[in-house]
């Protein structure tokens, strides 16, 4: 019987290039979809959960706009000068691992150009080598919202067949490059995610689209990313010996409100769909229920001849995934609602909540660790878990967030105790090791780090660096595999 975490146990952290790197504009970076994305403060529900349209003028007039007061993906916290000071305090915390993005547009400002910039891939040479220097596995990911803003507009994005070629130009460009640095590699970020917010995750924007069309044109998006993702899968495996190609999956685990049969079926339904978007990049091919469902709505995915076959030749290694709370379901109208990670659903009322309303549910970690483990019996790895909060500090210099301590204490808990049980997890990195720009609300105030960055909202302050009480606490846990918990 296995007891605790496996002796090679990948602890880290994990970031995205569209919210740390900042330098938009310079060393020959092209305008991405995150760079349009604007603050958003005092957000309704729906909007907070994702549902803040973006428009053609919206995008133009983003454009147009050279600054980078309105659009804090721009600035980020600077990632991309201070790398070297950040990857020294996740070294000094321990750190095995260390998932980031490569950031599509530094690489292809346009996503179109035969021939890559040259500066733009000797800013990753550097970033992985000294990851290497300091023992942290770089895990990388290759699409982590921040696809060419070119590609959107001239496409519609993912809609269009042609990204699939620039992808797989981009993603051959980055296998052959860091090949000796980088042995782990995601596809698509949370690629679920499309139905949730089109224009982030595929570059669709909306009213580009014809009228009663947007919902198959996402699919016909989503089925363009499934290709792209096996075809680079392929290509990993060709130019990298011994690389690791995983699929990334939003973990939003639902519980039925009541066992009321109808909540029973609803949720069902809705787990059945979250797995789908994995069950295609484990199993190469589409649910029979999925594409049962898809024929009703009268949706029709145009497929190449061969598409079929590339699904199935090339799947995934492992499967990765993002879990931050739980939700629940009900058939019945007028209940109470939480918001989530871009998601919605019935609170429940036997949990807690963060301060942007995400409830705190470590037994639901375990629970989906224990559910994919069962579905895909491929290692599992979690590359997103985290909570956001307000941090305060004090006169001293110290912040003390044992709010923080807590909540990773009790998801490592349930994480070891589903590894006793015979989950096969080889690592877990938590969302945003150092405050970062927020993905949804592009804050700085929602702070998710081990390390404070001295940065307000409106991008005010002078960027230090400043070691919070979990920290040292998780340290410890990475010094002991986990087994130190106090």
Not at 148 to 168: C, H, M, T
Not at 283 to 289: H, T
Not at 298 to 314: F, S, W
Not at 460 to 474: E, H, I, P, Q
């Amino acid at each position: 019987m296995t007891k605790g975490f496996p002796k090679n146990f990948l602890w880290g952290g994990a970031l995205a290039a569209n919210q740390v790197e900042g330098a938009w504009n310079i060393d020959g970076k092209g305008l991405s979809v995150a760079d349009v994305a604007t603050y958003k403060a005092n957000l309704s529900l729906d909007d907070y959960a994702g549902h803040v349209t973006v428009t053609s003028e919206v995008i133009e007039k983003a454009m147009k706009d050279k600054d980078d007061k309105a659009y804090p993906k721009r600035r980020g916290i600077d990632f991309y000068h201070r790398y070297k000071e950040d990857l020294a305090l996740f070294a000094e915390m321990g750190f095995k691992a260390l998932r980031v993005s490569i950031a599509w547009s530094r690489i292809f400002p346009t996503g179109e150009e035969q021939e890559p910039n040259e500066v733009g891939l000797r800013f990753y040479d550097q970033l992985f080598a000294e990851m290497r220097r300091l023992g942290i596995e770089p895990i990388v990911t290759l699409s982590h919202y921040e696809m060419p803003l070119a590609l959107s507009v001239k496409y519609n994005g993912w809609v269009e067949r042609q990204v699939i070629d620039d992808f797989v130009r981009f993603c051959r460009v980055c296998f052959t490059r860091y090949k000796d640095l980088v042995k782990y590699w995601l596809t698509f970020n949370e690629i679920d995610s499309i139905n949730r917010h089109p224009f982030t995750t595929a570059g669709i924007i909306p009213n580009r689209c014809p009228e009663g069309k947007e919902e198959e044109l996402i699919y016909q998006a989503l089925h363009h990313q499934f290709v792209a993702s096996a075809l680079v899968t392929a290509d990993c495996h060709r130019i990298i010996e011994g690389s690791q190609v995983g699929c990334m999956l939003t973990k939003l685990t639902t519980y039925p409100n009541t066992c009321h049969p109808a909540d029973v079926e609803m949720t069902l339904k809705k787990n059945l769909h979250n797995y789908f978007y994995a069950d295609v990049q484990v199993f190469g091919e589409y649910p029979v229920l999925i594409e049962n469902m898809l024929e009703r709505k009268n949706i029709h995915i145009v497929m190449a001849r061969g598409d079929r076959e590339i699904l199935r030749k090339h799947t995934v290694d492992f499967v990765s995934f993002s879990y931050y709370m739980s939700l629940t379901e009900s058939a019945k109208d007028g209940l109470e609602k939480a918001a989530g990670n871009t998601i919605m659903g019935v609170k429940n009322p036997y949990l807690p909540s963060t301060e942007w309303g995400w409830q705190i549910d470590p037994v639901g970690l375990k629970i989906s660790l224990l559910e994919l483990y069962d579905r895909y019996k491929k290692p599992l790895l979690i590359v997103e878990n985290g909570m956001g909060a307000v941090d305060k500090v004090e006169s001293d210099g110290t912040i003390h967030d044992d709010y923080r301590i807590n909540y990773f204490k009790e998801h490592f808990k349930q994480m070891k105790e589903a590894v006793e049980e015979g989950v096969e997890l080889f690592g877990y990195t938590s969302w945003g090791p150092i405050d970062i720009v927020s993905a949804g609300t592009c804050q700085m105030s929602k702070r998710y780090g081990f390390i404070y960055v001295d940065q307000d909202d409106e991008g005010n302050g002078t960027l230090k660096r400043l070691r919070k009480d979990s920290f040292y606490w998780y340290k410890k846990v990475i010094a002991s595999n986990g087994e130190n918990l106090n």
